[in-house]
């Protein structure tokens, strides 16, 4: 038979690669829809949230917010960028290292990321619903994929 796939899985629901691949494709759309009324991308988002949370602890230098997001530090660089443009960040000279910058949210910004993290986790209850009391389980299960690849 042409065009056959030659797979170990009886059928597709079986291989956890495109599961995963459905669910993370539907998650996106729904925190994309979640974003549209703050004006933010999903990825402006998980930075200025994330420089936001990790701010309390000092100064935040890039290459700090692209570990901790797991972005790639080029795109964490450009979209930084559109998020000073924005007024929600702002890059001051770092204390210690001449050669960084430090990262510091604006007020707007702060106030933006906590609305917009509102909608966000409105939007993840909503969709995360049907695995009800099995939640707390497949976090553990997605944190110990994470932790697997580093």
């Not at 956890?16 to 925190?31: C, E, I, K, Y």
């Not at 549209?36 to 917010?65: C, E, M, N, R």
């Amino acid at each position: 038979m042409a065009g056959a796939l030659s797979t170990s899985f009886g059928t597709a629901e079986h291989s956890p690669g495109l599961q995963l691949w459905l669910v993370t494709n539907a998650w996106q759309a729904a925190m994309r829809r979640a974003l549209v009324p703050h004006g933010l991308t999903h990825v402006q988002f998980v930075l200025l949230a994330s420089l936001v949370w990790i701010d309390a602890d000092g100064p935040v230098t890039q290459k700090a917010l692209a570990d901790q997001t797991g972005t790639d530090p080029m795109m964490t660089s450009q979209v930084l960028r559109a998020l000073e443009a924005k007024g929600l960040v702002e890059r001051h000279p770092h204390p210690e290292d001449s050669r960084a910058r430090s990262l510091v949210a604006t007020p707007a910004g702060v106030a933006l990321a906590n609305t917009a993290n509102e909608s966000v986790e409105a939007a993840d209850r909503t969709f995360f619903a049907p695995l009800e009391t099995g939640l707390a389980g497949f976090a553990d299960q997605l944190a110990r994929l994470v932790r697997a690849r580093g």
